[in-house]
């Protein structure tokens, strides 16, 4: 009988995360606006003027209450360091962006996330969906899309510029990034940054969580038998 064997992957892709912090308004306002004025001109640039990959993807992310910005490609050529590159260089054009912005397109982009939180569930799935969704965190805030929609209401182009300032910009005050790099077999991995030890391959991870042996075996002596 015919065995199948998997082809190797190909896949090579990088994703960055930028950890905002806890998930409080106008904070996190301004990271969903932050998101919505990027979206387009990051799929632009990394997809169709550079064609780094064949999938990009910028939105948010959310960890049991914790906010950030989450940029992706996936690619079967670039190899994953360089595509870390290019989605940084990217996100420097933004200060850019958004000063550049035209009030009327601030103000569409803001009305446009209004407007989504503030749409009638058409299934009683999705209501309840949203209540739940508060239970495990604690958070218990089951009118949060009437306050997002306040607080976004509040918010203003100059306030967006100082937040991607402080959060989001590289080599700013606040600023905390996780890169994830996936590399396929074809692809040599680079060479690690200093100071950080690599573990490569199954065994030396395992390797690696297994409790150390005491270097002091013997036990310390009462000094008051």
Known sequence: TPTLT??????????????????????????????QVINKPCYHQLRTTEQLGYIVFSGLRCDLGVVGLRVLVQSSEVDAATLDARIEAFLLTVPDLISEMAEAEFDNHRQALIDAKLETDKKLRQ?????????????LDFERAKADAEALRTCTKPQLAAFWAEYLQAGGPQRRKLSSQVFAAQHALPPPPAGVRCLDGREAVLACKRPKPNPNPNPIPNPNP
Do not use: F, K, N
Request: aromatic letters at 4%.
């Open 6 to 35: 998997p082809a190797p992957t190909l896949t090579l892709a990088p994703t960055l995360t930028l950890q905002v912090g806890r998930d409080v308004r106008p904070r996190s306002m301004l990271l969903e606006l932050a998101a």
């Open 127 to 139: 209501e309840s969906s949203r209540y739940w969704a508060e239970i495990p965190l604690g958070t």
